[in-house]
């Protein structure tokens, strides 16, 4: 049976460490979160950020615009927050509304304040390993590793999911501790290869947002399973891994709920401190 990966006690010791880099801060640090109209998800979200923050000792400003925001008006936000030295990190929270391109908007955030990793500058970065801002889920994800594998060196990892938020970045960041990366996607499930995939993974990481994707039966004997997927099946939060049958197989593997999750926004809190740092 699986020993349980939990991302709130990984999340507890990462934030102990975190409390002292504060204190030894000049100034309190500063993270700015921009909501452009109503969501009620986006406020629950920026609300529990809010929360981690301020245990933290970070002051936490949240900045509501109008649901008829202009891309150029957010642009222009931004660069105010850029320009003002008191901010030290900036988080636009999802979804926007449809006249605003995240893809396009991200880019103007300064890269020393881009405390989601997010911008073309911090994602370069990660290629020659030298990235102080990186991705909050796939660095939750490498911290949950780190809590269980000593080592990764020629270890055979699958990630299950090619997004630019996960999969892209996190093939990176295994690629740098030597493992053997395997990226699965859409077309190898189209072209019926990603139980094959799975089934030779010593590390799986699977995000994709599918219930139950991942048959429980294909997870190799003894394999780590990170699952970062999160689904709403009949009023209950649940991964993409049938967790049951995996748990039987797996030496390791994440809860859904309780997982990746408390972890990603501790790494969002990690990245602010290395950004308050720099900057002062
Ligand atoms: P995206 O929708 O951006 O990416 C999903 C990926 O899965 C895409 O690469 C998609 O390919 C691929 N995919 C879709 N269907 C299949 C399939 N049948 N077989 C294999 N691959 C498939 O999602 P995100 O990366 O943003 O998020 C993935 C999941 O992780 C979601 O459930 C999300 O809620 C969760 N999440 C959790 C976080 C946490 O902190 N716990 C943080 C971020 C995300 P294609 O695009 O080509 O269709």
Not at 58 to 78: A, M, P, R, V, W
Not at 160 to 165: A, L, Y
Not at 252 to 268: A, E, K, Q, R, S
Request: proline residues 4%; positive net charge; hydrophobic residues 45%.
């Amino acid at each position: 049976m699986a020993k349980l990966l939990e991302g709130k006690v990984i999340a507890e010791k990462i934030k102990e460490g975190l409390r002292q880099e504060i204190r030894l801060l000049k100034v309190k640090p500063v993270l700015a979160s921009v909501q452009a109209g109503e969501n009620a998800g986006a406020e629950a979200y920026a609300k529990s950020q809010k929360k981690t923050a301020e245990d933290l000792g970070i002051e936490y400003q949240f900045h509501k615009l109008g649901l008829d925001t202009s891309e150029n008006g957010l642009i222009e936000f931004i660069r105010k927050l850029n320009g003002d030295k008191s901010v030290n990190g900036i988080i636009i929270q999802m979804p926007l509304p449809p006249q605003i391109d995240y893809k396009k908007i991200s880019q103007f955030i300064h890269p020393d304040k881009d405390v989601e990793g997010m911008h073309p500058v911090n994602i370069g970065k990660i290629v020659f390993a030298k990235s102080r801002l990186l991705p909050c889920t796939p660095a939750a994800v490498m911290e949950l590793l780190n809590s269980c594998c000593a080592d990764l060196y020629g270890k055979e990892a699958v990630i299950v999911g090619h997004s630019e938020i996960v999969g892209k970045p996190l093939a990176l960041m295994l690629l740098d501790k030597f493992a053997t990366v395997t990226v699965a996607h859409i077309g190898t499930s189209k072209a019926q290869k990603l139980e094959e995939h799975v089934n030779k993974a010593e590390i799986l990481i699977v995000a994709v947002g599918k219930a139950g994707l991942i048959k429980g039966g294909w997870i190799k004997e003894g394999a780590i399973v990170i699952d970062v997927g999160i689904n709403r099946v009949e009023g209950k939060i649940v991964g993409d891994v049938e967790f049951a049958e995996a748990e039987k197989r797996a030496s390791y593997i994440t809860p859904v709920p309780g997982g990746v999750g408390p972890l990603t926004v501790t790494m969002l809190m990690r990245n602010l401190v290395e950004a308050a740092k720099s900057q002062q």
